[in-house]
């Protein structure tokens, strides 16, 4: 990636985390990792889908047993 994507993507996730704050809709540390593997271009766009996902199906199953 060049420099001036990676810029691109670092101000997409800035803008976003923005828009969130702003909708008071907490973004989780582990969420701010992907982002920021993401913008480096470390990770494809699918693969913090991916890791998204299975994070949030593993706590809603964790949730889940509790109840």
């Known amino acids: 990636m060049t420099a001036k994507q990676i810029s691109r993507r670092v101000a ?3 803008t976003a ?3 969130n704050a ?3 809709v ?3 540390a582990y969420a701010r990792t992907l ?3 993401w913008a480096k271009g ?3 766009g699918e693969q913090m889908k991916a890791a998204l996902l299975a994070s949030h199906k593993k ?3 964790q949730v889940n ?3």
Do not use: F, Y
């Open 12 to 14: 997409a996730v800035k």
């Open 35 to 37: 982002s920021a593997l």
């Open 59 to 61: 706590m809603a199953e």
């Open 26 to 28: 907490p973004v989780s």
């Open 17 to 19: 985390d923005a828009i």
């Open 65 to 67: 047993r509790r109840v």
């Open 42 to 44: 470390e990770l494809t």
């Open 22 to 24: 702003i909708e008071g």
